[in-house]
């Protein structure tokens, strides 16, 4: 069975999105200069060409636990990414994201986010989930909040979110 065949590559499905993982084409694909019919037109964001530079530091991250495409259900549009830097340190590991900017304030970022800070606090080992957003960045940080992430401490200008356990959300 090949990587992207396996079950433990299997995309995450919410309502409206498909979190699946990158494939090693659709990273140079990303870093290059071709274009994929199955883009947003404003995909890829700067923050998905970083990721995809990064992939051959850490092939980790194009495996199970690592990044994935956000994909709309509806147009089977590519609209962002999000990822977890794998693996995890002291039972800990980082979420990052973003959404394209035509599909913004439809709280894709915040679905998206919650789906796989759910699939990683099931993987064993992985006590918490931990994310940064800039001060300047409020939508990052209202993303963080509505998916249920508790602020834990600021410095600078970056504010530090955790996601923990299952008993984790109010109300």
Request: charged residues 20%.
């Amino acid at each position: 069975m090949s990587p992207s065949s396996s079950p433990d590559h299997a995309p995450l499905t919410t309502d409206r999105l498909l979190l699946r993982s990158w494939t090693a084409a659709e990273a140079a694909a990303v870093l290059g200069s071709t274009r994929s019919a199955r883009w947003a037109d404003d995909f890829p964001a700067e923050g998905d060409r970083v990721v995809a530079g990064l992939f051959a530091q850490h092939p980790a991250w194009l495996g199970a636990h690592g990044h994935r495409l956000i994909i709309e259900r509806d147009s089977g549009l590519v609209v962002g990414s999000i990822g977890l830097f794998w693996p995890p340190a002291e039972g800990s590991v980082e979420i990052g994201y973003g959404v394209v900017a035509s599909r913004r304030g439809r709280g894709y970022a915040t679905e998206a986010a919650r789906t796989l800070a759910d699939f990683a606090l099931a993987v064993p080992g992985v006590r918490a989930v931990v994310a940064g957003a800039e001060l300047s960045n409020p939508a990052s940080v209202r993303v963080l909040e509505k998916a249920g992430f508790r602020h834990a401490s600021t410095e600078a200008d970056v504010a530090r979110y955790v996601l923990t356990g299952p008993d984790r959300r109010a109300g």
